[in-house]
Every structure is written in C-alpha cells, then in structure tokens.
C-alpha cells in the first residue's frame, strides 16, 4: 500500500513522522515523506523556512499546492501531523486533496489528540495519542478492504454523520519495540515555493538548496524517554497525563537501543555533526542510567549533543558531571516565572533559591556546557507588574552567560490553562487568541517598558555581561520610572551594549 505523511515542521527531522513512517515500512507499506515548507523568498537558492513567522496560519498559493497533489497522488491513505498553529494549513491541504482525489485522509498529533471531533470536520479519520501501533491496523485495514471502526484509538463519522471516538490503547511501555527512525532518501521529498526537490546529497550537502535552518542537516534529533511527569498546565503533557490517567507516563528505552540508534545515524549520516536529546524529562533517568550511558555515548558515539526539558528541580551535579564528560555542550531548562502566583498557575512547583542553585550547578560546567538556554514566559493575564519584576529580579541574579528565550503564553486546547484562560474571559477570539497565536512574537502593545526590560537582559546576558540585581532594582524602581531616571539608565544601558557589539564585531572581523 502507498502512503503519503505530509509534515508541516519547521524541522527535516520530526521524530514522530519518521518513527511512523519506519512501523508502516516495518508493517510492508511503501511511505513518501513530503516536507511541504512555506518560504519567504524565491528560489531554491534563497530558499531558509522562517520557522514560527507570522505567515505559519496563512493559505499556500496554487503553485505550492498543485506542487503537493503531484507529490501525493498516487497515494492509497494520507496522513497529516500538525499542532494548533498549523491547523488552517491542514484544513486548506485537506480541503484542496479531496477536491480532486478520493484517497482517505488521516490527521494524528496533539491537536488532533486533543480536539478529534473538530478535526473529524476535514478528515476522514484522526489518529489519537502514541499511534504507532494504530496507524499500522489502519493502513493494514484499508489496504484489505476491512472494517476500520473498531481500531483503538482511531476516530471516524459513521455514515450518519456521528462522531465514532474510540477509546486509546495503553501506552507502550517497552519503548525498545518501536522501530528507529526512517531515513530514506530515495522517497523523500521538499516542496519549497512551489517546487519539488527530491531529497538527495545534493539538497542535503548544499547550503545553497537546503531549504531548512542552516544548521538543521547537522543535527539528529533523538528520543531516550516518553512522557513527563509534571504536567505543567501550559503544555501538552498536561492533557496527555490525564488521557492516559492510571497508567506508567514515564517510560525509558534500553541505553542498548539509544547507542545503536545513534550509531546507524551516524554511519548513514555523514552530515551529521550533533546530536540533540528531545526528551521533556531526559534528568528522569537514574544516576547509574546516566553514568553508564555516558560512558558507552562517549566510547561509540563521540558527538557534541545538547538536553531539552531540563526542570530546575532535576538538575543534579553528578549528572551533570558524568554528561559533560561525555560530550554535553548545551542544554535548555524551563525557569518560567519567577512570581510564586506564576508558578502556581503552572504548577511549576520550586522556588528561587532552587532556580539559583540549579544555574549554580549548571554553571560549575561552564567550560564544557558552552550554550545554556533559560525559558521565561511573558503576557500571562494574571501576573502584575510586581510578578514581572520579581522574574527579573531572578534572572538577574543568575550567573552569566546564558540566553534567555522570551515566550508568550499561548493557551492551547485541552490543557487546565486554555480552560481557565476560557473560564475568566481571556479567550475571546478562538482563532486569533489560539490558532493563530505565535508564541514567538511580540506585539508592539505586549512591548510595555517592564517587558522591554526582558529583551534587554536577554541582550546583555548572551554577551556575558550582567544587569546586577542593585542596577535591576534602580530599572524597575517606580519612583525612578516616574522621573524617568530608569528610562535614561535603560537607554544608556541599551546603547552601552551596541558599542559592546559593535567592538567585537570589529575586533573579530580585523
């Protein structure tokens, strides 16, 4: 049977898609993966996928879609993965197949997880939850021609137009079962303004074709767990935990299995250069679990990697010294807020002094862990000015270098957060507020002087220069503010550091 899996990532390497497309082969199903990209620019030679801009939600031209229908339709079952942020574009790609194929279509990702009624409006059917073991009986089940309505965890309209929604089944919990994931390149392809690149050493290797980030073709990204515990009330995790209510979250694959994944990338990918653990909770791993994994990652793989989902309450020093070790160079860990109403809104349980004794440890390895990633959250409708303070107050407080990365709260379905953000009124608009929310951007009314504050810590922390808290203080004074003296301290501050740019970039050019 041939099946299409459509990606709408800002990433070559969405382990979700390609895990999925390794069960169908697995299962003996022919799989294309289409990277279908939505460009700024023209021409392949421009061509770089300005991920999260504001153009994420908005239609692709005929061009790009004829470019997709040529690529798709010789296909038996399409699937589509996609978030909330891409759920206009899904709709659109779905809309314009089934005005010229008949091929069943299926969506699966969070967002169908959490909303498979709205999805089932556009597909025919919507995969929830881990669907690796799903998508396989569907695609097993269509290719003979059988009922299709019993598969767990796959959801439909009965012919009179009710909505079926199967249950899920239980979680797998020996992740070793799970096929690595697929590089083919024979049966891959780019569609890029319009036109359609098969995937070769020609794409890949030039920097010129390469339609992704420049540094996307070095980076393998990889899983070692499955699920989190903490759930904090923003993420998606929060509503996964409850679907899944009763059974073992957090699950781990075999140190076995994770070396040998990344040796085969490794022997098949020559471009690879970094390796990148996407793990929500990859510190969830035991002391013996991390020194024995270190030890065989820096005998057989020997490759710079990096660890996201760091939480302030799982950093440990001995873990840290067994990781970097063995190669860690960077990692990315959830500070959030630093106002304890925050926090409890999140359920993002830890204090301050446990944010500042996390960075402390973190920044025992600071001439191995060279990149440090601090995510904060700015626009949350229930903190005051004083709450905002109070997180810059932190920040300040934390040695430097690190960078800090700025989001905007964004209320995504399902979550405990989008339900209260319904309850007292702050989603107003369904599809501005959410779908079309970016969680990168700032609008200029967002851009108070408190929240300016932010970006011009952000600046000078990623130079290695700090806002002390004392100067933080006089910034953040209102006093000062109402005579202006902070906005003079802010713009000499602000100049100070594009001299300071300015200087290395000259130092580093003569």
């Known amino acids: 049977m041939k099946i299409a899996l459509i990606s709408l990532s800002y990433t070559f390497t ?47 031209d005929e061009k790009a879609m004829d470019a997709l229908f040529k690529a798709v339709k010789n296909s038996d079952l399409i699937g589509i993965s996609l978030s909330t942020n891409f759920f206009e574009v899904a709709v659109q790609i779905t809309e314009n197949i089934k005005k010229k194929l008949k091929i069943p279509i299926v969506w699966g990702g969070i967002h169908p997880t959490v909303s498979p009624e709205e999805c089932l409006k556009y597909a025919d059917f919507v995969c929830r939850g881990e669907g690796e073991e799903a998508i396989v009986e569907l695609a097993d089940k269509i290719e003979k021609k059988e009922n299709c309505h019993s598969i767990k965890n796959i959801c439909f309209k009965d012919r009179k137009g009710n909505f079926i929604i199967n249950s899920v089944r239980p979680l797998v919990q020996n992740l070793d079962l799970i096929p690595f994931q697929s590089f083919d390149f024979e049966n891959e392809y780019i569609i890029i303004n319009g036109e359609n690149y098969k995937v070769g050493n020609e794409i890949i290797l030039d920097d010129n074709l390469w339609p992704f980030k420049n540094d996307e073709k070095s980076i393998y990204r990889i899983m070692f767990t499955r699920g989190c515990p903490f759930g904090c009330t923003y993420c998606c995790n929060n509503f996964l935990n409850k679907l899944y209510s009763g059974q073992k979250i957090f699950r781990k694959r075999s140190i076995a299995n994770v070396i040998e994944e990344l040796k085969i990338a490794k022997n098949k990918l020559s471009f690879v250069k970094f390796v990148s653990f996407e793990d929500d909770n990859f510190f969830g791993l035991s002391l013996k679990e991390i020194k024995e994994f270190s030890k065989k990652y820096k005998k057989d793989i020997s490759l710079s990697f990096c660890l996201s989902g760091v939480h302030p309450n799982t950093v440990d020093r001995e873990k840290l010294k ?183 970039k000259r130092v580093t050019d003569f």
């Open 14 to 60: 969405p382990i979700g898609l390609r895990v999925t497309s390794s069960c169908l082969k697995a299962a003996g199903h022919n799989v294309r993966l289409v990277f279908f990209q939505k460009e700024i620019n023209s021409g392949p030679s421009k061509a770089r996928f300005n991920y999260f801009s504001e153009q994420a939600n908005k239609e692709y």
């Open 322 to 504: 067994y990781l970097t070790d063995a190669g860690l160079d960077g990692l990315r860990m959830g500070i959030q807020s630093g106002s304890d109403k925050a926090k409890k809104i999140y359920k993002r349980y830890y204090s301050n002094s446990k944010v500042k004794e996390s960075c402390e440890i973190i920044n025992e390895f600071r001439d191995k862990i060279k990149v440090k990633h601090y995510d904060v959250i700015l626009g949350n409708p229930w903190e005051t000015e004083e709450d905002l303070i109070e997180t810059l107050m932190l920040l300040s407080s934390l040695p430097v270098r690190y960078e800090l990365v700025l989001f905007f709260l964004t209320f995504y379905p399902g979550t405990e957060l989008y339900d209260l953000a319904k309850k007292d009124g702050f989603v107003k608009n369904e599809l501005e507020n959410v779908y079309r929310k970016n969680y990168w951007k700032f609008s200029q009314k967002s851009m108070s002087y408190i929240n300016r504050l932010f970006f011009l810590l952000s600046s000078s922390v990623e130079l290695g220069e700090r806002i002390p808290p004392k100067t933080m203080s006089l910034l953040t004074n209102k006093i000062f503010r109402r005579l202006g003296l902070s906005f003079m301290l802010y713009c000499f501050l602000t100049l100070k550091l594009r001299l300071i740019r300015l200087f290395r």
